[in-house]
Each structure stands twice: as structure tokens, then as C-alpha cells.
């Protein structure tokens, strides 16, 4: 009950900050386009003040249904880091997704013959 009463508090207090409380606030967005059957997320993020909500997952949720609704076959996240161990990539590991390595910024064939 304790934590309940320490988040209420929080909250009550960004509220405040805001002016009022049944004021409509953005706490996360995704921009994304079309292109082909692919959507193409070109931005993500979130206000770090509310992160508690992990709005961010709903988010990309919303995205992946927009995308598929308009026949997208793929939703293409972005990129991750080279590491794979960092927060981002544990992120976005959460929405099972397929990581295409590439060299640079193009798919260059070994032995283009095969």
C-alpha cells in the first residue's frame, strides 16, 4: 500500500505540473510511414517522466496493427546495436523481431554468382 501511495503521489504531482487533471498529455509517439508492405518506424520515443506506464509497448503494438492493417508484411523497427546486450535492443527483443545484418548501409553478396 505503501508504493501505491508513493506513485499517486508522483503522479498527482506531474498533474500539477500540467494544470489540471483531465488535461490530455502525450507520453509516448512512434512517426512512421509506408513503404511498399513496409512500414518503416523513422522515430520512437517517450517522456521520461512517465515511464512507469510502459507506454512505449502499446505503442508499437498500435504501429504493428496500423501496419499490418494497411498490408504491410513487414515493420521494420529500426535498427539495434552492434553489442545486442544494450537496453534498446532487450527492448525491442520483447516483440520477437528478425535483426538483418548488413554491411554498412547496403547487402553486398560474397560470391554474387551463387
Known amino acids: 500500500m505503501q ?3 508513493k506513485d499517486i503521489n508522483e503522479y498527482k504531482k506531474l498533474f500539477d505540473e500540467f ?3 483531465d488535461k490530455e ?3 509516448a509517439g512512434i512517426l512512421s510511414i509506408q513503404y511498399g508492405n513496409t512500414c518503416e518506424m523513422l522515430y520512437a520515443g517517450m517522456d521520461e517522466r512517465f515511464k512507469k506506464f510502459m507506454s512505449q509497448y502499446k505503442e508499437y503494438v498500435e504501429n504493428f496493427n496500423w501496419a499490418f492493417d494497411r498490408g504491410c508484411l513487414w515493420s521494420n ?3 539495434v546495436e552492434g553489442s545486442l546486450d544494450d537496453g534498446l535492443t532487450k527492448f ?3 516483440f520477437n523481431p528478425t535483426i538483418n545484418e ?3 548501409e547496403f ?3 560474397v560470391y554474387p554468382f551463387m
Open 3 to 5: 508504493s501505491v501511495n
Open 25 to 27: 498529455i502525450a507520453i
Open 92 to 94: 525491442k527483443d520483447n
Open 19 to 21: 494544470g489540471q487533471e
Open 102 to 104: 548488413m554491411i554498412g
Open 107 to 109: 547487402d553486398i553478396p
Open 77 to 79: 523497427m529500426g535498427g
